[in-house]
């Protein structure tokens, strides 16, 4: 099971929109709406961002919005702030044996 | 509040084998089950399994087949991740988290510092 493709980095200055994709297969990403999104700041656990493609768990900024478009998930941070500024990995259910698959992660920058 | 305690950091020579723990609270341990998540030095994540804390079922990523054992002691609130015959590629920090909301993993625990030296 190979992981999912994410672009190695994407930049944005304060107040700008980002998006990272994450690309799949129809076996993972494509075939179920089970795509999560983690936010990993440096020396930190990751943090649940988004869950089944686009619910925000509660506690998360309404900045953050999911969606997804056949075999890509794509992460937006609207309004994008300093402390948006962290690695973020995709994540899918997969009918691989190995049942969960994560993306290879995209570091985000805020100029 | 959820709160999920790994034991602390390992070091292990090569063809051992380590054991972290997960201390689970703020929640019935049984209800949700536990994956365990492994980060190399500088690179992604990567999943290494599942375990239902109730029936103690499991289910291992490929890769890890074989090596990795998961097990729980439900007295005590806790899952445990036995990783053998570790080679240097092993050096990395291992995170447990359990599956809530359904699917995604939801609380995490603070990782635990596994480094593979002779």
């Known amino acids: 099971q190979s992981a999912l493709t994410q672009p190695a980095s994407v930049s944005g200055s304060p107040g700008q929109s980002i998006t990272i994709s994450c690309t799949g297969t129809?076996?993972?990403?494509?075939?179920?709406?089970?795509v999560s999104w983690y936010q990993q700041h440096p020396g930190k656990a990751p943090k649940l961002m988004i869950y089944?493609?686009?619910n925000r768990p509660s506690g998360v900024s309404n900045r953050f919005s999911g969606s997804k478009s056949g075999n890509t998930a794509s992460l937006t941070i609207s309004g994008l702030q300093a402390e948006d500024e962290a690695d973020y990995y995709c994540?899918?259910?997969?009918?691989?044996?190995?049942?969960?698959?994560f993306g290879t992660g995209t570091k985000v920058t805020v100029l | 509040q959820v709160q999920l305690v790994q034991s602390g950091a390992e070091v292990k020579k090569p063809g051992a084998s380590v054991k972290v723990s997960c201390k689970a609270s703020?929640?019935?341990?049984?209800?949700?089950?536990i994956n365990w998540v492994r980060q190399a030095t500088g690179q992604g994540l990567e999943w290494m399994g599942w375990?239902?804390?109730?029936?103690?079922?499991?289910g291992y990523a490929q890769k890890f087949q074989g090596r990795v054992t998961m097990t729980r002691n439900t007295s005590i609130s806790t899952a445990y991740m036995e990783l053998s015959s570790l080679r240097s590629e092993d050096t990395a920090v291992y995170y447990c988290?359990?599956?809530?909301?359904?699917?995604?993993?939801?609380?995490w625990g603070q990782g635990t510092l596994v480094t593979v030296s002779s």
């Open positions: 375990m239902n804390p109730n029936s103690g079922n499991t």
């Open positions: 988290a359990i599956v809530y909301p359904p699917v995604a993993l939801g609380y």
């Open positions: 129809s076996s993972d990403v494509g075939g179920y709406n089970y």
């Open positions: 089944d493609v686009s």
């Open positions: 994540s899918s259910y997969t009918s691989s044996s190995t049942l969960r698959v």
């Open positions: 703020g929640y019935t341990f049984t209800s949700y089950d």
